[in-house]
């Protein structure tokens, strides 16, 4: 059963447009260039979930109006730990941008740009996909298993490779890019084309953009299957997951000074992977309850959290 109706996705892509308003004009790189401090991404980070939960109780509320408590309870809870599944495995994601931003040099201020173009990127990009799977679900049932087959083989990957990181100029994405576009050499200003002598140039903040772009069209591959494992209602799987996107910039900010002591997290993202993998597979023969998968997300990254705090080089490599 889906609680979608036009005037519910009208009211939240209503509240995407504001919401992405406040974040343009509030949430802001210092004056002087330097990075966001960690006390700013933080506030904005716990913001941004203060807002998802007013988002779950406003839900929950229209839905016991007018469809009954029991399904408020259960869409509300399919909403949160879809939330929670997208918050999480958004870290990756988080991770890759910052290997990008620090092998093209991109200042503070110009990451802020690039992220808020990548956020509104998504937003997009994943609406599209979201409800393209939807339909799937719908017409295919059966492709609930290739999701849940897929995300156990991604699981499984991550955890083996979880030390690789490539670097992204050494990408073939970016060598494609640079070989079919016109890349300046230098980055001039906050710009990402430039003309010179009648021909028009594309600089390397555009190929960071376009890498940051498609790097989270990436992520959403393994993401939105994901979610399916929760809930096959399009309106939750899109609130959920744009919620969380709106997030991602105090994220990144609050995750770039916290990366190297959080450095076993990519286990709990593999280890949430193949668990949701799995929760898909066996669909038809054991239902996992919503409090359990919730419980478990969050219990594993907690877990995983304090261990990389209490055990910095648990887990790392030797050079």
Known sequence: MSIGSPMLYAVFFAIVAILLLVDFFT????????????????????????????????????????FGGAIATQKVGEFFTGYLLEKSLAIDNVFVWLMIFAAFAVSPAMQRKILLYGVIGAIVMRTVMIFAGAWLVTEFSWILYIFGAFLLYTGVKMWQNHDEQEDPKQSGLY?????????????????????????????????VLILVELSDVIFAVDSIPAIFAVTTDPFIVLTANLLAILGLRAMFFLLSGLADKFHLLPYALSVILVFIGAKMLLLDVFHVPMAISLGFIATVLTVTAILSVKFPNLGKVEA
Do not use: C
């Open 27 to 66: 949430f802001k790189t210092p004056k002087n260039g330097e990075a966001v401090s960690m006390k700013q991404a933080g506030i904005w980070s716990a913001i941004w979930v203060g807002v998802s939960v007013l988002f779950a109780g406003g839900l929950w509320w229209y839905l016991s109006q007018n």
């Open 175 to 207: 060598k494609f890019l640079q070989k079919y576009l016109r890349v300046t050499d230098d980055m001039h200003g906050d710009k990402f084309t430039i003309i010179k002598n009648g021909v028009k140039y594309f600089t390397p903040l555009a190929v």
